[in-house]
């Protein structure tokens, strides 16, 4: 799998939109970009996924780069629960290869 | 949606013992993963688990130390074996769903993880 390259931490303030880079430079042409949140002691937690195109659901939105070289997941209206690590992977989409995570950008969200 | 649980959710052992953790998915799934998680670090992939196979193991993990078993394709279990305090970590199993409603086809699903410490 590509490697990626998080921001170790970031801070932002509660109701405001949180935007979480990620360096994804070797990203291969049939690679995913999938986003993953753990809060603390639970489960990684899925957000998105995507391959070139910007994709949004019920949780956040997915810019990745016309390169594909880099993506931003965006968290529109931060709330206090949003408080977690945030990781970022690139992956092949085939049920049998799995998810190779790094160390992630720990996101704290304040008052 | 399928839902994922393990047992138990927490434990403290003594070393030189074992603790066998479950997981159980209320859906068929086609791929079941065990990850290990230490204090303060990021995920680690200890093994896939096969049904009806033996477990295929990431290097630095053994069959000894972690057997794995998967009787059906809705549960596992991983057992540390002969623990010592270096095993104290979170243990997470994960799946990968093909056709279920409501998951993302293809992506990890995971379970809320067995907070282990040994004494």
Known sequence: DAKTTQPT?????????ANLPCNHSTISGNEYVYWYRQIHSQGPQYI?????????NEMASLIITE???????????????DTAVYY??????????NFVFGPGTRLSVLP | SAVISQKPSRDICQRGTSLTI??????????MFWYRQQPGQSLTLIATANQGSEATYESGFVIDKFPISRPNLTFSTLTVSNMSPEDSSIYLCSVVAQG???????????GPGTRLTVL
């Open chain 2, 22 to 31: 479950q997981c159980q998915v209320d859906s068929q799934v086609t791929m």
């Open chain 2, 100 to 110: 279920l409603a409501g998951w993302a086809t293809d992506t990890q699903y995971f």
């Open chain 1, 88 to 97: 970022c992977i690139v992956r092949v989409n085939n049920y049998g290869q």
């Open chain 1, 48 to 56: 998105i996924h995507g391959l070139k195109n910007n994709e949004t």
């Open chain 1, 67 to 81: 390169d594909r070289k880099s993506s931003t997941l965006i968290l529109p209206h931060a709330t206090l629960r």
């Open chain 1, 9 to 17: 931490s970031m801070d932002c303030a509660e109701g405001r939109a």
